[in-house]
């Protein structure tokens, strides 16, 4: 089980945890699959985060691809700031080490 917060959540994940009110009843059930509509009603409901099947390093059967189009989607809104993309640079070479591929190289940069 791994919490996730709202702004990652997505769909096809599968609650481990119910969903509660604000008087502590639950509202939407463990094993509920989420789906983009109930996504948004988490965030109508002004949710932080939810409990979901899988463990915190598990990739959910994604492929490098879809991990790295995930981590492109994060930093999109800062394209233009070095240090950001610094640490998404080191984060795409740990998916490429840790899912069996040769790390990323770059050409030399330019300032």
Excluded: C, W
Excluded at 13 to 32: H, M
Excluded at 53 to 77: C, I, M, P, V
Excluded at 91 to 110: I, K, N, S, W, Y
């Amino acid at each position: 089980m791994r919490r996730v917060v709202l702004h990652e959540l997505l769909p096809d994940l599968v609650l481990a945890k119910p969903v509660t009110n604000a008087n502590g009843l639950p509202i939407v059930a463990v094993g509920t699959i989420l789906d983009a509509a109930m996504i948004e009603r988490f965030r109508q409901m002004e949710l932080t985060s939810v409990y979901v099947e899988g463990d915190a390093l598990d990739s959910g059967g994604k492929t490098l691809a879809e991990l790295e189009a995930e981590l492109d989607h994060r930093f999109r809104h800062v394209a233009q700031d070095p240090i950001q993309q610094l640490i998404l640079r080191t984060l795409r070479a740990h998916l490429h080490a840790t899912h069996g591929m040769a790390p990323v190289t770059e050409g030399p940069q330019t300032t």
